[in-house]
């Protein structure tokens, strides 16, 4: 059970990428799945996240700019960013929660993601 992430790389302030995430050895089409972002010395950020009925949130924090979508025939899920800021530069995860909903603590953050991936770099520049 592997979750691969892919699409990091360095680019201008202003451009997009498109983060993939891809589930090996296991179909996560019936559970929450999810975008995380952490800069050094920081904690964890969420981003955004995609229950089992495809019912997307998106953090305010990159709402408007960042899009989490999932493609359950390629097992797949992806994050499309646009417009993109130096202050986005971390490293990018995806994560699973089993269950079929993505339930949040008393403060509004994730609270059960425990399969996650290694991560994906994106460097943001002026």
């Known amino acids: 059970v592997q979750l691969v992430e892919s699409g990091g790389g360095s680019v201008q302030a202003g451009g997009s990428l498109r983060l993939s995430c891809v589930a090996l050895?296991?179909?996560?089409?019936?559970?929450?799945m999810g975008w995380f972002r952490q800069e050094p010395g920081k904690s964890r950020e969420g981003l955004g996240s995609v229950d089992k009925d495809l019912t997307v949130s998106v953090e305010d924090s990159v709402k408007g700019r960042f899009t989490v979508s999932k493609d359950d025939a390629k097992n797949t899920l992806y994050l499309q960013m646009n417009n993109l800021r130096p202050e986005d530069t971390a490293m990018y995860y995806c994560?699973?929660?089993?269950?079929?909903?993505?339930?949040?603590?008393?403060?509004?953050?994730?609270?059960?993601?425990?399969?996650w991936g290694q991560g994906t770099l994106v460097t943001v520049s002026e």
């Open positions: 994560a699973v929660d089993p269950r079929p909903t993505c339930p949040r603590d008393e403060y509004g953050r994730y609270r059960n993601f425990e399969i």
């Open positions: 050895g296991y179909t996560y089409s019936k559970y929450c």
